[in-house]
Every structure is written in C-alpha cells, then in structure tokens.
C-alpha cells in the first residue's frame, strides 16, 4: 500500500473550521438535534450500552493495525490506563453523535486536534509496515479504518443484542456513519459506496493489513491487565467477535468451550436487554439529548 505523509497544515489553528465540516454544519436545518437527530438510525444504534459488549474486540480491532498500534504506544497514556482512554473517546464520540451543533463541533475539532500531533517513525517491522516507515493518526487510511472498526463492531452488537435491522436501515445506517466520520475528516469519497462494499473492504483489511507486533500485543496485554477482574469475560466478550486471523494474530486461543460460553452469553443478553426499561438500557448521552431537544422545542 501506499505511505502517507501527513501534513502538517491540515488544521490553520486551534479555533478554524474546516471546509468540510462548514459543509456539514450548512445541511443542517435544525441546530439543536445535531448531526442525525432522534429519528436517524444513528441515534437508534447508538444509543443502546449493550454496543459496550462489543468494546474490547472493537479496541484489539484497532490495534490489530500496527500503524494504529504504533500511534497509540508512542502518543497515549493507554498502557497505564486503557480504560480510562476507552470512556474519554466514547465521550467524544457520543458528543458528536448526540450533542447541538455547536457541542458536535467542538467535540470533533477536538479530535481532530489531538490526531494532528499524532505522527512518527516505525521502529518494527510488523506485516507489510517496515522499521523507518512514517505513521500518523490523520492518515485517511488509518482513520477509516478505526472508524470501520466503529461501525463493523456496533452493527454486531446491536443485532447481537436488541434486534435485527432491516437492510434499509442498516444502509440507512451507514450512511449516517459517513457523515460521523466526515467529521473527523475521513472524506465521503473515500468509504466504500454501500455496507456490502465496506464489508468487502473491512474483510479485506483484516486479510491484508492486519498484524500484531511487540506494540499492538503490549496494548492488549495493557487492556486484560487492567481488567484482570474481568479477565474471564474479556476472554470470552471481547475474543468471541473477532475474525479468526484476529484472535490469531494475538495469540488468543478460541475453544468450542469458549464459543459455547459466548452463545450462551448472546442468547441470554439478547432476551434480556430488549425488556430492560430506558434508564438502564440507554447511554445516559442519548437521553440528555432527548431531554434537550424536548425542552428546546417546547420554549421555542
């Protein structure tokens, strides 16, 4: 593949709005629902905590990519706190998702900020990424798929956990995840045209791309570490949604026994999260937007 070179112009300073995030804001026509809204599959998806299930095999997704895994060693405080670093980001994530305009600005410029200093030279060799090649965390590539990992990893959970989409709302879906990532500043020209081609594109990477070096294991060993109470369900919640070549990858064994333990797991979630009343079920992100838009409306 192709090396990317960041440049270092790509935020003016720390108060501009880019281009294409003023694009997004003139589409808007109604500041206070944000970006999607309370009738976008966006806001249905995400709303729902059992997409938590999922977090840890969304996480050992991302470092899977040793240029992703790279970044976040030499440019995070994951190794001494990956949990922590693991609700800061899903705190941006839902401001994007659920916040005003001007909190899903903010939230993402934010982003955008932190990725800009995010850049560096390899200093191992892992897959086809050799010692001297550059990374850096505004490298589309590199964005796109730790969004694809969002996206792949949330869709799961949620027909894991609360129901079925139909095929029009999970293209409905994806397309407001194209808007989500935009912000972030991976382009729309750059997702694959409908879900059937990112999936294509997602299983492609895990083939080609994928690889866990000192770095990427490190990280994972960081994450079981610090969850080492929770160690038995991570070794069944957070493997059980891997690709084979994943698990693999980090040495992670997978039995029928464990793959019995996680079909069971599934099956009772997934009766009993449905029947959970909102205040349990729901990020509480989701139902302060509900909050705001409702007495928004209400006073306007």
Known sequence: MDRFEPDDTALAGPNAIPPDIAALVDETDAPARGFFG?????WT??????LLFNGVATILLQLAHPQVAAGVAEHSDFEAD??????RTFELVHAVIFGDIQTAVEAALTVRAIHAGVTGTRDETVGSFAVGDRYAAVDPELLLWVHATLIAQSLAAYETYVTTLSETAREAYYRDCTVFGQLFGVSAAQYPETLADFTDYFERTVTEDLAVGTRGDDLR?????QGRVLKPLYAILGVGPLP???RTAYGLPWTARRQRAF?????LAGTVVPSLPGRLRYVPAYRRACARIQRRERDA
Do not use: I, K, Y
């Open 38 to 42: 309370p009738d976008s599959v966006m």
């Open 45 to 50: 998806v995400s709303r729902e905590r059992a």
């Open 263 to 267: 079909d069971a797991w599934t099956a």
């Open 244 to 246: 084979d070549p994943v």
């Open 82 to 87: 990956p949990l922590g670093r693991f609700r």
């Open 221 to 225: 060993r960081a994450l079981f570490r």
